[in-house]
């Protein structure tokens, strides 16, 4: 028995091992004309037996298969006699020859192996020949003298033999020759934009039949030259957006720039003088600057907006120019116009003073729109009940005019070329913003009257008959104690000298005890009982607020006694008489 076949000799070298390398089973035939040697496993002496006698196969089955991989070269390789050893002869045959090292427990059949057996490998001592993978159930490939070379002395590595090769490889395919690059069409686009910019002159595929053993990591390496210049082409993608990126953002930049420049240093387009002609403009509440000089712009008063916001920001009272109506010349310069603009006289605005009849309102707008005179109030009849009036202030009767008391004092902008009804829905809008805020229809009751309407009213008189803040809360309370169902100072009647003068549409101071007492017109409060139909004038503020806020003195009587300006109120009649004595001495 020689040193190998007990496991003790050098490791030998199989470089040509035909179940590991390269050669497949080719390389195998060459070992089936060699002649049969007896294994370690029969040195060995202890009851081995072969297992290929009892299977009955007659030929050897490697022949077989190495036919099915020539057939199948993809298919994998099949033990076809794998079997499992628990012959106690053969346990004693491995422990000879130092293979039973990896049991735990050696010759015991189906005994638990080690953790080396666990991942497939067996354990062996150091130079011990390696594991046969197929079970010993190949033959004997290296049974020749020429597998087992002489032992060399100590501390000397024996060298592996050289291994016998009956094959040659397959020459590798010669690459596909290209033509020189100057020879080759011109590109159709920069490499930059498309990213194929790799210059290796290898061909994208290659013909399945001209692959070799190789094939597969030729595969690999296209597949990575293909990743490779989608990667390239996106970068050219982006380069190009970054590219249109920088130029649309030096184009904005320089646009801007252009811009910042003009409003520093460039001068806006402007007319020179002050103008000819006469036009009409009206400002919107709370427009600014650039507002302004558009509408000014659009009636060709000034020549650009920027130089009116110029010329604005340069007066130092440029920032006080009000909403309203304002009569300019055209083709201004932009200085020229906001100093106009802050003149009072180039206002065209209508201004309503408080305690002003609808009449007058009337008469003022004809004048401003150039119109015939009776032109707007009756437009103001026929509309009334489109120009916004809310639905309290509507469908009364016996009254002298349906709007008195919606035209709200105020100033309003009427310039030329505009419309009545434009004018009239601005001043009742107003008038109903107000009313809204005061909430006169919740606070009716309150006050001993019907509704809105008839507060409203109140309020009229109030401002008809008071001189100043003092007196509107007297006569507020005067009105509100003579309406009381127990008044019998006046049984009721107001008495009020404002209501008649309204019904004769005149503002006298004296009027004849005969015509006060004999006029049966609605308005005519000598001889009607309670309140007018309606208002007999437009009150302001301040008159509204007293008709809401009346002293609580007892008030009953007053009187005129300059007979302008001072008024003085009295609790009895007794004390009515004293003051009425008072102003015919101050009248006659």
């Known amino acids: ?130 594991a046969d993978p197929y079970g010993g159930q190949q033959p004997d490939l290296y049974g020749t003298p020429e597998a087992y070379p002489p032992p060399q002395p100590p501390g000397r590595r024996q060298q592996p033999p050289q291994p016998v090769v009956d094959w040659e490889p397959e020459p590798e395919p010669e690459p596909v020759r290209q033509a020189p690059r100057e020879a080759r069409e011109p590109e159709e686009s920069h490499p930059f934009f498309t990213g194929d910019d790799d210059e290796d002159g290898y061909e994208d595929e290659e013909p399945s039949s001209r692959r070799g053993r190789g094939g597969r990591g030729d595969d690999r390496e296209r597949e990575r030259r293909g990743k490779e210049k989608k990667r390239k082409g996106k970068n050219g993608v982006a380069c190009l957006v970054v590219a249109a990126v920088l130029v649309g953002g030096v184009g904005g930049i320089g646009y ?173 809008s107003r008038a109903n913003a107000e009313y809204t805020k005061l909430d006169l229809e919740g606070q009716a009751k309150k006050h001993g009257v019907e509704n809105a309407w008839e507060l409203l009213t109140v309020a009229s008189l109030v401002q008809a008959e008071g001189k100043t803040h003092d007196d509107f809360r007297k006569m507020a309370e005067v009105i509100y104690n003579r309406l009381q169902p127990d008044n019998t100072e006046t049984n009721r009647k107001l008495q009020f000298d404002s209501a008649l003068n309204y019904l004769k549409g005149q503002s006298e101071i004296k009027i004849s005890e005969q015509e006060a007492n004999t006029n049966q017109d609605p308005y005519n409060t000598y001889t009607q009982v309670g309140l007018p139909p309606g208002p007999i004038s437009n009150p302001g503020v301040e008159a509204l607020a007293a008709m809401l806020d009346p002293t609580k003195d007892g008030w009953m009587y007053f009187v005129a006694t300059d007979g302008m300006n001072k008024t003085e109120f009295a609790k009895t009649y007794a004390e009515f008489k004293t003051l009425k004595d008072k102003f015919n001495a101050n009248t006659d």
């Open 1 to 130: 028995m020689t040193e190998y076949g007990r496991g003790q000799g050098p490791e030998p070298w199989h470089p040509t091992d035909p179940l590991y390398g390269d050669q497949g089973w080719e390389g195998q035939q060459q070992y089936q004309q060699q002649p049969q040697q007896a294994t370690p496993y029969a040195q060995g002496g202890q009851g081995y037996q072969d297992p290929y006698a009892q299977q009955g196969y007659g030929t050897d089955p490697y022949q077989q298969q190495a036919a099915y991989q020539q057939q199948y070269p993809q298919q994998g390789y099949v033990d076809p006699h794998a079997q499992v050893y628990g012959d106690q002869g053969q346990a004693q045959a491995y422990e000879q020859t130092g293979w039973n090292q990896g049991y735990d427990t050696p010759g015991q059949h189906g005994q638990a192996y080690d953790g080396n057996w666990e991942t497939g490998q067996a354990a062996m001592a150091y130079n011990a020949p390696p």
């Open 256 to 428: 801007f720039g252009y811009q910042f420049w003009q409003g520093q240093f460039g001068e806006a387009p402007d007319y020179a003088g002050t103008g000819t002609g006469e036009v009409q403009v009206e400002i919107p509440k709370g427009a600014f600057g650039n507002e302004i000089g558009n509408i000014l712009k659009q009636a060709g008063v000034v020549k650009s907006v920027d130089a009116f916001v110029a010329a604005q920001q340069k007066n130092a009272k440029g920032n006080s120019i009000q909403a309203g109506a304002y009569t300019l010349k055209k083709e201004m310069s932009a200085e020229s116009a906001v100093a106009l603009m802050l003149d009072p006289a180039s206002q065209a605005n209508l201004i309503i003073p408080e305690g002003k009849r609808n009449a007058w309102v009337y008469e003022q707008l004809d004048t401003r729109l150039d119109l015939k005179p009776g032109t707007t109030k009756e437009i103001a009849f026929e509309k009334a009940d489109s120009l916004g009036l809310p639905d309290w202030a509507k469908n009364h009767d016996k009254l002298k005019d349906p709007l008195e008391g919606f035209l709200f004092p105020a100033s309003y902008p009427v310039a030329k070329g505009g419309k009545p009804e434009d004018a009239l829905k601005k001043m009742v």
